[in-house]
């Protein structure tokens, strides 16, 4: 059975609460900021109390007037400022009598960190925790979960929230499903904001003796930016609070922001394509839109110039604040908080070849080989055999034994490439997902795949970066006129040696 953690009465009202953001009258946990106790009974009581540390060398080469404080919530030990809500709903649960220890399940859709901070208390608490995620989201958060104990459910990065596939209705379907389940609904849970209202925004407060001007936010389920916003503005009324939502999501105000043909963005935790409950957009001043470039820039800029190990949205709300704070004059104060931590990401954006592959910075030279600089050309790469997205599983496989192809091409009816099909990921499906033979080929098709296109006119060397951190290269040709990209070939490490040996021996005259 399916239980929401705070379940609307007839009359709307929430938990006797007429007004979800009527803050004041619920019931808060608030506790002496001292930071001098030597033994905690257990890492959940370590959550909160995060450092305000005040950046220097960013503001100064931006030509900041203000001084800007960063919230460091990465250092909080689940990682992120997600802690925060994940202890304080498990805690509401259990006092209302909504989590059993010993029988209730824990099953949560989130973009990874909410679920590592529920994961967290479940291993210390001793609950079954299912956490349901998009396949967008980094391989380092879900092998953190695994390492924690939860089950991990994947669903297709571009469904929708409504789509039965995404991962708030898989969760709410299985919760449907399982015996003694139960989902806290971050998106709909008081908790959510309550949680900054008595911890986040009371740490801020306490560290700047309440003499806030600015603060930037970035917004996801929003409960951190509404639930900061509500308390900060009972006791500094003019303070400014700025929200940070990337292009391709709908949350910031007016609409006129949200147009934009961005369908999809690689920062993650932040950015909707529906409206929480948690989000209170009337004590939100400004909205800045971001966009990858320059949120992942500014991530390694604080990695880099301010020693703080940060993840992508950290980069998107400091590049935000950057924006809002050319506003401010000398001598007041802007606080920016930095969401997660850099863990979540050594395989992503902490990597110059996945920044590279992507056109957030460029391929580095290499004078020293005569062939870093020559175009792909046709005589490198290898044809690849291509099936229509129609086939099924079973064909794709009797195709590859055929071919004895290292890969094939799924393409639509256009002929534009839309994923491939390799042996390596059928196994896995297989072998470690429960996947049936039975499925559809779009439940093996792998769509986060590297590529060049030949219209771009790729390098040897741009290949070469790009097999630090792949097996395989698919070579695409696009239309100019139309999006088709066309698969034309492949290539592995194999083919790049040969080739370029091969050359090697031609102009040396053997």
Same mark, same amino acid.
């Given at each position: ?39 905690? @009974?257990?890492? #959940? ?9 005040? #950046? ?48 209730? *399940? ?11 901070? #529920? ?62 389940? *139960? ?6 849970? @008081? ?8 911890? /986040? ?74 409206? @929480? ?30 020693? #703080? ?108 490439? *839309? ?23 779009? &439940?093996?098709?792998?769509? &986060? ?20 951190? /792949? @097996? ?39």
């Amino acid at each position: 059975m399916s239980t929401s953690s705070h379940m609307e009465t007839e009359n709307g009202s929430t938990n006797g609460v007429t007004n979800f953001f009527d803050l004041q009258r619920m019931p808060h946990i608030v506790e002496a900021l001292d930071r001098n106790q030597k033994i905690q @009974p257990d890492i #959940l009581h370590v959550i909160g109390n995060t450092p305000l540390v005040k #950046l220097t060398r960013i503001p100064k080469d931006e030509g900041i007037l203000c001084d800007i404080y960063a919230k460091c919530e990465f250092l909080n030990p689940g990682g992120s400022v997600k802690d925060r809500i994940a202890y304080r709903m498990v805690l509401d649960a259990e006092q209302r009598g909504v989590l059993i220890p010993g029988k209730s *399940v824990i099953i949560e859709p989130t973009s990874g960190n909410t679920g590592i901070g #529920l994961a967290l208390a479940a291993a210390v608490k001793g609950y079954r925790c299912i956490i349901v995620l998009p396949e967008k989201m980094s391989d380092e958060k879900v092998n953190t979960l695994k390492a924690l104990g939860a089950e991990i459910v994947r669903t297709p990065t571009e469904a929708a929230s409504s789509d039965p596939d995404s991962n708030i209705m898989v969760a709410r379907r299985m919760a449907k499903e399982i015996p003694n389940a *139960v989902v806290l609904d971050q998106y709909n849970n @008081p908790c959510n904001p309550l949680a900054h209202y008595d911890g /986040t925004a009371e740490e801020i407060l306490w560290s700047l003796d309440d003499e806030v001007d600015m603060v930037v936010i970035g917004a996801g389920t929003c409960g951190t930016i509404s639930g900061v916003a509500h308390k900060i503005k009972e006791r500094c009324p003019k303070c400014i609070v700025v929200g940070v939502d990337p292009y391709g999501s709908i949350l910031a105000q007016p609409e006129e922001l949200n147009k934009s043909d961005v369908q999809f963005y690689e920062v993650e935790g932040i950015g909707y394509d529906f409206l @929480p409950r948690s989000l209170d957009r009337s004590v939100i001043d400004k909205w800045v839109k971001t966009d990858d470039h320059n949120s992942l820039q500014m991530s390694r800029r604080l990695i880099r110039e301010e020693g #703080l190990l940060c993840g992508g949205s950290s980069g998107s709300a400091m590049w935000g604040a950057i924006q809002a704070a050319r506003s401010l004059k000398a001598g007041q104060k802007c606080v920016v908080l930095l969401p997660d931590n850099i863990r979540n990401y050594m395989t992503k954006f902490i990597s110059d070849q996945w920044m590279e592959a992507r056109n957030f910075k460029k391929v580095i030279r290499n004078d020293k080989v005569w062939w870093w600089e020559h175009l792909v050309t046709d005589e490198l790469f290898q044809a690849v055999v291509s099936i229509s997205n129609k086939s099924t599983p079973l064909e794709a496989l009797d195709k590859l034994k055929e071919t004895r192809a290292p890969l094939l091409t799924i393409v639509n009816d256009s002929g534009s490439i *839309v994923g491939v099909f390799t042996a390596d990921n059928a196994r896995q499906r297989l072998a470690n997902l429960s996947g049936s033979i039975n499925e559809s080929l779009d &439940k093996f098709t792998v769509k &986060k795949f590297y590529k060049v296109d030949l219209m771009l006119k790729p390098t040897l060397g741009q290949i070469s970066r790009l097999l630090d951190i /792949t @097996p395989y290269v698919v070579v695409v040709k696009s239309e100019a006129t139309s999006q088709i990209r066309k698969p034309v070939g492949m290539i592995t490490s194999n083919d790049l040696l040969i080739y370029t040996a091969a050359e090697t021996k031609h102009l040396n005259g053997k």
